[in-house]
């Protein structure tokens, strides 16, 4: 039985970390203890023999220096990781999956406990990203003994299941409280840069400098998960200037009362809902924009509206009606994945 589940991600301050935060949370409201390690990442692609080639190459003598620094601290984790009935490795696909990154099948073999992947979304839902690995004669889903994301879609919607060895739990963020007071002023955040794209953030800037009612936060640098928290919070609109596979920042912008802006409904792939004759849509908590003036009536339309009404509040209430496990996750199916994971790996061992 699943008592104690172990969570390896990376200390970075990105999506990865805040979904290690959302299991270990879920696991703690369904009385599973689940400890994060931080530096668990690491250690995995350091388990690959001196002479086994990995996804970037290093030098021999690096390579044994290495070995030597760490080999108690590595010894050490990985007999802590015999402690624990469940692991699971928090972190973005395709670093995931490829080869000679993360020597996922060694912990495995050494250990002798499942393996997990938890993600944005399954990758048995992105056709391309799937075909991009196996061009690359990388793992593919059948790699993790269970595969959790956040969403059931990704370029297409799919149905977790125990054959696919899938289950969708959703984000447990309930320790990012919902914001549904008025918003003291008009604050939009210009989303990082990001290579190829910058054409479409330089356009939204200069968009938004032709109002002065609007005050213009533009993302750069580092940040840690509080202080990003807390400019979601002051913001009233986030400009995304990508297609996103998920985009872990617009849930947490969405549930403090903060407008998504985008200019394809493409760019929120995982965001799709369904109406009754099964046509995709995204609800009103976001605004697509297909051209430059469209933006501009609606962000006029806005600073005559926010003096007057609380947008914030329509819009994580709009969120939470459309997404209520992107909120709160879907403990009940967390729950159940245990059971079945349990299932799954006595029936693998036989």
């Known amino acids: ?63 044994i220096r290495l070995k030597i620094k760490h080999l108690l601290s590595d010894y050490l984790f990985l007999k802590k990781m015999k402690s624990y009935d469940l692991i699971v490795i928090s972190d973005c696909s ?116 032709k109002f002065p009612e609007i005050k213009i936060i533009s993302l750069e640098g580092d940040y840690s998960i509080t202080e990003i928290r807390q400019l979601y919070k002051m913001a009233s609109l986030f400009f995304v200037q990508f297609p996103e596979s998920f985009g872990v920042s617009i849930a947490e912008c969405l549930s403090v009362g903060c407008q998504i802006i985008i200019k394809e409904e493409s760019w929120a792939m995982s965001w799709r809902l369904q109406d009754e004759f099964k046509k995709e849509f995204l609800p009103e908590c976001f605004f697509i924009y297909e051209n430059n003036d469209l933006l501009a009536d609606y962000l006029s339309i806005y600073i005559q509206e926010h003096s007057h009404q609380n947008l914030s509040a329509r819009v994580s209430n709009t969120f939470i009606n459309s997404y209520p496990t992107f909120y709160y996750g879907d403990k009940s199916e967390l729950k159940n994945s245990f059971t079945m994971i349990e299932r799954s790996f006595i029936e693998n061992r036989k």
């Open 94 to 209: 395709p670093n995931a999956y490829w080869k000679g990154y993360y020597n996922i099948e060694r912990l495995r073999k050494k250990i002798k406990k499942p393996i997990a992947l938890y993600e944005v979304y399954f990758l048995g839902n992105s056709i391309s990203q799937s075909e991009i690995l196996k061009k690359g004669n990388d793992f593919g889903i059948d790699r993790y003994d269970w595969n959790y994301s956040i969403s059931p879609v990704a370029e297409i919607r799919g149905i977790p299941s125990e054959n696919n060895k899938w289950s969708c739990i959703g984000l447990n963020l309930t320790s990012v409280e919902i914001n549904k007071n008025p918003k003291k002023e008009i604050i939009a955040i210009v989303d990082f840069v990001q290579s190829g794209f910058e054409e479409n953030r330089k356009m939204q800037i200069d968009l938004l400098k």
């Open 1 to 63: 039985m699943i008592r104690k589940v172990a969570i390896i991600t990376r200390p970075e301050n990105k999506s990865p970390k805040v979904l290690a935060y959302s299991f270990q949370s879920s696991c703690k409201e369904i009385g599973v203890d689940a400890d994060i390690f931080w530096e668990g990442l690491g250690i995995l692609s350091r388990m690959f023999g001196v002479f086994q080639k990995t996804k970037y190459s290093r030098n021999l003598h690096f390579k």
